[in-house]
């Protein structure tokens, strides 16, 4: 079988169209017609060998070439491999030795805009090595895999596969085209998250090296100083303790982000329990917490122990950022759709900034729950709203005093939420504090 169609072309009658055969029949009627009247015989039957030469054309087009590599692909009448591009979920396209485009799939049409077949490929698409590859495939039947960059549109990235195909007696090229934007996106922002912790890790590393030779040399015969010096060498462990901590506690969030939680959890317990967990820095700091909750549980749908870790971050940065003196305000409420919820926790102040670091689909029926943290503390410029969530992200750095935060705090807070396909918000007016807003589907009766 494999040798029969590495040799010779085969015939293949099933596949010859309808038109084929009715030219065929056609062909032998006029031939008994020729036999039966004598008169116009001669010219019956030279009418009748046009008609059947034309005939076999037709019918050659469906004939299997000879095969002479194995990745060539075998093409009987583009008809037939029609229904095959459209198949395929990537653009796809069937280009001739001349160039020209004699196939496409619907999601070609729709990405690269071309109108007509026959139109040649270099009208939608210039790049050289893909023209190269196009010309390798007809004339030597090489397959390649091109890589290349549309800068004019928005920098996306494409592979492109060009496999020869035999086409009766001539070649063509399959072309089919990979969107990689999206890999290479996520590859480069791996790249980034793991230079940018290297980085972090490595500042109180540097620091403590520094802390232990001065110990071990000038410092060596002061007792005042070794003390000193150990205290600032506790301060940059525990920095990177909470560093590793954060990192450790991101990457389990996003491990499964994509899995929503199913269970129930009380929205007033989680409040309750954070806020007695944190009474004791607050009040060392001259911060009074204010809880505003109701007496009835408020049940969502969500895991209890990432939801304390949200309201948990969000109040410490409440905690820190306000002055002694000052006061922290919890609410813990519920609310209707996204719309609804969006103006009940996120917009209260008149002439705040504000960002919506993540809203949640639309879905019917849904009702929420909120929880918004407002603090009395020199609130943040309207430029940088955008970027709290941003791994690593800390407005003193930017603003050249460092207070040793991670920057990590609100970045877990942000894949806890969209692992609830919940929203978070920040409304926030220099001078007058900042109010970090978290929300999450409310529980039905069940
Ligand atoms: P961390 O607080 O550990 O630095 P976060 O991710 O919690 O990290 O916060 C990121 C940055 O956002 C902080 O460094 C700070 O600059 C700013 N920020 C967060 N919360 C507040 C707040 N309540 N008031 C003022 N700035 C804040």
């Known amino acids: 079988m494999v040798m029969d169609r590495l040799t010779r072309q085969r015939w293949r009658w099933d596949r010859a169209p309808a038109s084929a055969w009715a030219a065929g029949a056609l062909a032998a009627l006029l031939v008994l017609l020729a036999f039966a009247t004598d008169m116009s015989a001669a010219l019956l039957i030279l009418l009748a060998a046009g008609i059947a030469f034309w005939a076999g054309r037709e019918a050659r087009r469906y004939v299997i070439g000879p095969v ?20 395929l979920p990537d653009p796809a396209l069937l280009i001739d030795a001349s160039m020209r485009i004699v196939g ?97 890790l490595r500042t109180p590393l540097a620091s403590l090296s520094l802390l232990i030779e ?24 525990d920095r990177m303790r909470r560093l590793i901590d954060d990192l450790l506690s991101l990457s389990r969030i996003e491990l499964d982000e994509h899995v929503p939680p199913s269970d129930r959890a009380d929205l007033v317990v989680v409040g309750h329990e954070v806020v007695d967990m944190l009474g004791g820095v607050a009040r060392e700091r001259g911060v009074e917490l204010k809880l505003d909750a109701p007496d009835e ?20 940065n409440a905690i820190k950022y306000t002055p002694s003196g000052g006061v922290v305000r919890i609410e813990l409420g519920t609310s209707g ?41 020199p609130g943040i410029a309207m430029r ?50 900042s109010a970090f807003a978290a929300y999450v589907e409310l529980a039905g009766e069940d």
């Open 384 to 433: 940088f709203l955008p970027r709290l969530a941003e791994r690593f992200f800390r407005v003193e750095r930017e603003l050249g005093n460092e207070r040793g935060g991670t920057g990590l705090g609100l970045a877990i807070v942000k894949h806890i939420v969209n692992r609830h396909r919940g929203g978070f918000l920040v409304e926030s007016q220099p001078g007058r504090g």
């Open 68 to 87: 002479s590599a194995d990745d060539t692909i075998e093409l009987v009448g583009l008809a037939e491999l029609a229904p095959l591009l459209e198949a």
């Open 337 to 377: 759709d996204r719309e609804e919820t969006i103006a009940r926790a996120g917009k209260r102040w008149d002439e705040a900034g504000r960002v919506a670091m993540l809203t949640p689909a639309a879905v019917a029926n849904r009702s929420y729950a909120y929880i918004r943290v407002e603090d009395a503390g």
């Open 214 to 237: 001065t110990i071990a040399g000038p410092a060596r015969d002061s007792a005042e100083d070794r003390d000193r010096f150990l205290k600032m060498m506790q301060v940059q462990a």
């Open 104 to 200: 496409s799939n619907a999601a070609a049409r729709r990405q690269m805009q071309f109108e007509t077949r026959g139109q040649f490929l270099t009208s939608i698409l210039r790049h050289p090595d893909v023209l190269e590859a196009v010309q390798a495939a007809v004339h030597d039947g090489a397959t390649r895999a091109v890589e290349y960059e549309q800068a004019a549109r928005a920098e996306r990235h494409t592979r492109c596969y060009v496999a020869p195909v035999n086409w009766g007696p001539d070649r063509a090229a399959m072309l089919v085209f990979h969107d990689q934007t999206a890999r290479i996106s996520t590859e480069r922002m791996r790249a980034d998250f793991l230079a940018n912790a290297s980085h972090e």
């Open 297 to 316: 549980a408020i049940r969502v749908v969500g895991e209890r122990f990432q939801l304390t870790q949200v309201a948990q971050n969000l109040i410490d």
